[in-house]
């Protein structure tokens, strides 16, 4: 277990992040339709290959996500492997494995995350590849009436098995309960949810015995919903989410990677900024950032216009900019 400790302690190493190119097939077909470029396998390769081999990447990601798809292709004009890749240039490798949030039976409007049949059977074939660690996101929904304490239990059960099997695989899990920003829910609402949900999930990890020393958490901040307009200072926001971690939040855990949700890319960087800024002394985890669009959005912009160079400086630029702010340096 100190090898897989070490190994999460370096993905969230002071002034790095986590690179989240994990889209599934679906998700990067829709974001390249946007932008009327065709999704094939090929396109799909020539534009991650594009981003993990921006120059001086290792200097502000630690660690890569990767779609199934990725993980088992070659670099473009390559006969390296992705994951022999990202190791060559000291970048770690990870692997989603859960299967999708699929509807929760007799539960309107929530969601369950599959994936655990053979999920032992794939770590041990993701490790001998290459992983070293692995992602599975649980999707926690606020609407009237929900999310159901049926949902959050489910969800939360499942996270711990995954955690507990990848850590038995040699493998660091990455455990995501994210509480969706769609809603028109208030911060408050948004608060008192994510409270419950990690006080249910670090209950889950301690009764199927995760060791939090070898894991990340990856949650959301504590704002309103997309559709509520009501004004919040991003101090308010700052303090009400690092409240909820240190409410919840074991000190054995190395660190905390947030996700970016539906936050511009901008607005991701500012808050996790201030919160480096306001409790960097304080707070008994690294915090960081784990973000797909936060990181990619300007870079798939200047791609889709055949512009590589400019694409990765797009890359380089938010990733720099992160690294700042996981400093509290803005």
């Not at 200072?233 to 970016?260: C, H, Q, R, W």
């Not at 808050?271 to 306001?278: D, I, P, Q, S």
């Amino acid at each position: 277990m100190k090898n897989l400790k070490n190994i999460a302690q370096a993905m969230v190493s002071p002034g790095k992040g986590i690179l989240a190119a994990d889209e599934s097939t679906p998700t990067c077909t829709k974001r390249f339709t946007a932008l009327k470029i065709e999704s094939t396998e090929s396109s799909r390769n020539r534009y991650r290959s594009m981003l993990l081999s921006a120059n001086n990447l290792n200097q502000y990601i630690s660690g890569v996500i990767l779609f199934d798809e990725t993980f088992y292709q070659n670099m473009i004009d390559t006969s390296q492997t992705i994951p022999q890749y990202l190791k060559s240039k000291n970048i770690l490798t990870g692997i989603k494995v859960d299967t999708g949030a699929k509807s929760l039976a007799k539960h309107p409007g929530e969601k369950i995350t599959e994936g655990l049949d053979n999920l032992r059977e794939r770590l041990q074939k993701y490790h001998m590849e290459g992983a070293d660690f692995a992602k599975w996101r649980a999707v926690i929904t606020i609407n009237k009436n929900i999310p159901s304490d049926t949902c959050m239990h489910a969800n939360a059960h499942a996270l711990a098995r995954y955690a507990s099997l990848c850590q038995e695989n040699s493998i660091v899990p990455i455990v995501e309960p994210e509480v969706l920003m769609e809603g028109n829910h208030n911060i408050n609402t948004c608060y008192e949810v994510t409270d419950k949900i990690l006080k249910i999930v670090f209950q889950e990890l301690k009764l199927l015995k995760v060791d939090l020393e070898a894991m990340v958490l990856k949650p959301n901040m504590v704002l309103s919903g997309l559709e509520n307009n009501e004004k919040i200072s991003e101090d308010t926001v700052a303090k009400m989410t690092y409240d909820v971690l240190n409410k919840n939040v074991p000190k054995e855990v190395p660190g905390i990677a947030f996700l970016s949700g539906g936050q511009s890319s901008d607005l991701a960087t500012q808050r996790l900024n201030n919160l480096n800024k306001l409790y960097g002394n304080e707070k008994s985890w690294n915090l960081t950032f784990s973000y797909g669009r936060g990181l990619q959005q300007d870079a798939l912009l200047n791609w889709a216009t055949g512009n590589t160079k400019k694409a990765q400086e797009a890359l380089i630029y938010r990733a720099k900019m992160n690294q700042h702010a996981s400093l509290g340096k803005l």
